[in-house]
T-cell receptor
Framework: LAKTTQPISMDSYEGQEVNITCSHNNIATNDYITWYQQFPSQGPRFIIQGYKTKVTNEVASLFIPADRKSSTLSLPRVSLSDTAVYYC????????????FGAGTRLTVKP | NAGVTQTPKFQVLKTGQSMTLQCAQDMNHEYMSWYRQDPGMGLRLIHYSVGAGITDQGEVPNGYNVSRSTTEDFPLRLLSAAPSQTSVYFC????????????FGPGTRLTVL
């Protein structure tokens, strides 16, 4: 079971870049890294997924070093609406009881 | 596409009552799952299904039953509600498995008195 460790909370200001790091020291060879965003009273929303190096989409970037024991979600120029809880999950298909949600990182963006 | 829909949005039960939480998706996803989320915590997997007719247990299956007769629907049944089942329940679906990125429904907030 690939356990993940994230900071419990982070604060930022509008317009700043935010980097949230997730540690997953025992990640398996075939595991992917997936990040979700959850607003209050809503279900989580898929943000980005990667296996190695760097992945970028219209919302965020995901940086994964060569050893894959950690990953960093980067949110460029955050706004107040980015205030949410961010979850890092690690796992692979076929191992369906894996990929557990931890407590996540509560990001608060201030004006 | 409606995505993943859940009904009801809110429900209050008395201890010992039974009920079914409904979940449907219109994306033709094989994989569907049910989670519960307690205050300040992450989501915990209750049951999942990799396709019609196939279900399996997650982390916290006790007190819940599921069935998957169609690709679209994945109902969650509470057999005899207990206060410990007070939680927010989320249904999710994905193509091919949980690692492919899941689409979540809006949730059902359940209170058991």
């Amino acid at each position: 079971l690939a356990k993940t460790t994230q900071p419990i909370s982070m604060d930022s200001y509008e317009g700043q870049e935010v980097n949230i790091t997730c540690s997953h020291n025992n990640i398996a060879t075939n595991d992917y890294i997936t990040w979700y965003q959850q607003f209050p009273s809503q279900g989580p929303r898929f943000i980005i997924q990667g296996y190695k190096t760097k992945v970028t989409n219209e919302v965020a970037s995901l940086f994964i070093p060569a050893d894959r024991k950690s990953s960093t979600l980067s949110l460029p120029r955050v706004s107040l609406s980015d205030t949410a809880v961010y979850y890092c999950l690690v796992g692979r298909n076929g191992n369906n009881n894996d990929m557990r949600f931890g407590a996540g990182t509560r990001l608060t963006v201030k004006p | 596409n409606a995505g993943v829909t859940q009904t009801p949005k809110f429900q209050v039960l008395k201890t010992g009552q039974s009920m079914t939480l409904q979940c449907a998706q219109d994306m033709n996803h094989e994989y569907m799952s049910w989670y519960r989320q307690d205050p300040g915590m992450g989501l915990r997997l209750i049951h999942y299904s990799v396709g019609a007719g196939i279900t399996d247990q997650g982390e916290v299956p006790n007190g819940y039953n599921v069935s998957r007769s169609t690709t679209e629907d994945f109902p969650l049944r509470l057999l005899s509600a207990a206060p410990s089942q007070t939680s927010v329940y989320f249904c999710a679906s994905s193509y091919g498995g949980r690692a492919n990125g899941q689409f979540f429904g809006p949730g059902t907030r359940l209170t058991v008195l």
